[in-house]
């Protein structure tokens, strides 16, 4: 048993007393509510006086939120609360806020600001070559600097996420009480999800992966709610009802994305609206849902960073993501919706129609479960795979069953019937890179290609979106392929480039 899970709630809480929280929007102000019901007092800054008055006038924590608009009286706050040293916890959007802050907190005239022994978290979702370089930094003053993700939203900041720390050996063995106790739990073993990821930036890099499997899921749930909806001509309750029926059990059991998914199209408008996006009633329209625009702004807008940093990533390190690809491909042409609407002028591509193949309603909507699940089972190899390949080229010595470990509550990808399927293997061969070569694996994606082929062509002669989906299909082709049509390829660049070719018959490189 480790230090970290040895130590009791109370020894937990006299260790650190008081935290001091950057960044009050709603992941910073959730978090600060957290740790003031788990028994921490609460420092809270933010460079917005609105969102400091919101969290620290919060009903029923005024004696344990207190809000600093004075960086030097935030800091000071924190002084002999946690032990010898200072525990700080960002919570910013990535780039330059975190280094604005950093730069503040480093000017501070000596003993005013961070000194020795001093502990960052970072919280937000920060591409991990920027971590990294801030742990050189705060390494040269002895601050240790935490890159950690955080998943699940701003619900799971408040009731426990799921967290992937990395960095310096001895902050994490600092840090992990702490985090043990605020982390989600998984309903199953009660272990909580939370793991020490690794050094350097590895717990940013297992987060940027999350959000690329997270991409996948969410493009293959929308592929699957709009096969239903235009497709079919399902009404929303029923599709939850279908969501409801695949998240009980089987292969697609406990997952989060289906939980929610069902949840979001049974909700409809309040009188008033709310904060959340939900507009008051009025009009025709009655769910929730239809004032939904098809526009994801946040990679529009450059406020999520790490759907398109996993995909480079994968690029750089040569390994084959499509579904992941695809998924982000999508969101970044419906980000700019002006543009696609006039492009739709011009190009006058047929819309989604009802389906004229697979008639039988029953039959449809079982193929469509095993095609969501096999999609779903696919990103998580291709992010595995990267996390893997990640490990090895930085020395991290990531072990990938840990990573299903911390996935298996309080975060996005949650899905217990794949946790269920990759952890054990992946708990006892940590050297492991190829997915696909787990026999288990391969049985599940073997016996679901002919339902995931089925759904896809019955879709395309109907004009249905499914870029995810389809991109699933073409990687389980070519990634078990024996004749792939680049042999063509090949020597095609060796005919204008002269660089060579493996010959199949005598197995070397062959010169032009």
């Given at each position: 048993m480790s230090l970290s899970l040895s130590l009791s709630r109370e020894e937990t809480l006299q260790r650190f007393k008081r935290i001091g929280i950057v960044g009050a929007g709603n992941m910073?102000?959730?978090?600060?509510?957290?740790?003031?019901?788990?028994?921490?007092?609460?420092?809270?800054?933010?460079?917005?006086?609105?969102?400091?008055?919101?969290?620290?006038?919060?009903?029923?924590?005024?004696?344990?939120?207190?809000?600093?608009?004075?960086?030097?009286?935030?800091?000071?706050?924190?002084?002999?609360?946690?032990g010898e040293r200072k525990v700080f916890l960002f919570s910013m959007t990535h780039g330059s806020p975190a280094d604005s802050v950093l730069g503040m907190l480093m000017k501070m005239e000596s003993g005013d600001g961070l000194r020795y022994g001093d502990v960052i978290l970072d919280a937000g979702s920060e591409d991990y070559r920027r971590t990294e370089r801030r742990q050189i930094e705060c390494a040269r003053i002895?601050?240790?600097w935490v890159g950690m993700g955080v998943s699940g939203g701003y619900r799971a900041a408040r009731r426990g996420p799921s967290l992937s720390?990395?960095?310096?050996?001895?902050?994490?063995?600092?840090?992990?009480?702490?985090?043990?106790?605020?982390?989600?739990?998984?309903?199953?073993?009660?272990l909580p999800c939370v793991a020490r990821i690794g050094p350097g930036g590895s717990g940013h890099f297992v987060k940027m992966v999350h959000n690329g499997i997270e991409g996948g899921m969410l493009s293959t749930l929308a592929e699957a709610w709009s096969l239903l909806h235009y497709g079919r001509g399902f009404d929303y309750e029923r599709i939850a009802d279908a969501?409801?029926?695949?998240?009980?059990?089987?292969?697609?059991?406990?997952?989060?994305?289906?939980?929610?998914?069902?949840?979001?199209?049974?909700?409809?408008?309040?009188?008033?609206?709310?904060?959340?996006?939900?507009t008051a009633m009025g009009g025709y329209h009655e769910y929730v849902l239809d004032d939904v625009l098809d526009e994801v702004i946040q990679d529009y807008d450059n406020t999520e960073g790490t759907p398109y940093w996993s995909i480079t990533e994968s690029a750089s390190r040569h390994i084959?993501?499509?579904?992941?690809?695809?998924?982000?491909?999508?969101?970044?042409?419906?980000?700019?919706?002006?543009?696609?609407?006039?492009?739709?002028?011009?190009?006058?591509?047929?819309?989604?129609?009802?389906m004229r193949e697979m008639p039988d309603e029953k039959?449809?909507?079982?193929?469509?479960?095993?095609?969501?699940?096999?999609?779903?089972?696919?990103?998580?190899?291709?992010?595995?795979?990267?996390?893997?390949?990640?490990?090895?080229?930085?020395?991290?010595?990531?072990?990938?069953?840990?990573?299903?470990?911390?996935?298996?509550?309080?975060?996005?990808?949650?899905?217990?019937?794949?946790?269920?399927?990759?952890?054990?293997?992946?708990?006892?061969?940590?050297?492991?890179?190829?997915m696909k070569f787990i026999d288990t694996?391969?049985?599940?994606?073997?016996?679901?290609?002919?339902?995931?082929?089925?759904?896809?062509?019955?879709?395309?002669?109907?004009?249905?979106?499914?870029?995810?989906?389809?991109?699933?299909?073409?990687?389980?082709?070519?990634?078990?392929?024996?004749?792939?049509?680049?042999?063509?390829?090949?020597?095609?660049?060796?005919?204008?480039?002269?660089?060579?070719?493996?010959?199949?018959?005598?197995?070397?490189?062959?010169?032009?």
């Open positions: 910073g102000s959730m978090m600060a509510l957290a740790f003031a019901e788990l028994g921490l007092d609460v420092s809270v800054w933010d460079v917005d006086g609105k969102n400091i008055s919101r969290v620290s006038k919060t009903a029923g924590y005024l004696g344990r939120v207190a809000g600093y608009d004075d960086m030097r009286e935030f800091v000071a706050s924190l002084k002999g609360q946690g002895g601050v240790y720390p990395g960095g310096d050996e001895r902050a994490l063995e600092i840090l992990m009480p702490l985090l043990e106790l605020y982390a989600a739990k998984d309903a199953a073993t009660g969501f409801d029926e695949w998240n009980k059990d089987g292969e697609l059991r406990n997952n989060y994305l289906l939980e929610i998914g069902a949840d979001m199209l049974r909700t409809k408008k309040s009188r008033e609206g709310d904060s959340r996006g939900d084959s993501a499509p579904t992941l690809a695809a998924a982000h491909y999508l969101r970044i042409a419906n980000g700019n919706q002006e543009e696609r609407l006039e492009a739709a002028k011009k190009l006058r591509i047929p819309s989604p129609s009802l039959e449809f909507v079982e193929h469509l479960r095993r095609a969501v699940y096999a999609s779903f089972l696919a990103s998580f190899c291709q992010g595995l795979e990267l996390i893997a390949h990640g490990s090895e080229d930085e020395g991290w010595n990531i072990d990938l069953g840990k990573c299903l470990q911390i996935w298996r509550a309080g975060c996005i990808i949650r899905s217990e019937g794949i946790a269920d399927l990759l952890q054990p293997v992946l708990s006892k061969n940590r050297t492991l890179k190829n694996v391969a049985v599940e994606l073997e016996r679901n290609f002919h339902s995931l082929k089925k759904v896809i062509m019955a879709g395309i002669d109907s004009d249905h979106y499914l870029p995810a989906m389809s991109s699933t299909l073409e990687y389980l082709k070519y990634e078990g392929g024996t004749t792939l049509p680049t042999k063509f390829m090949e020597a095609q660049m060796n005919f204008f480039g002269a660089h060579g070719y493996k010959s199949a018959k005598m197995g070397e490189t062959m010169q032009a």
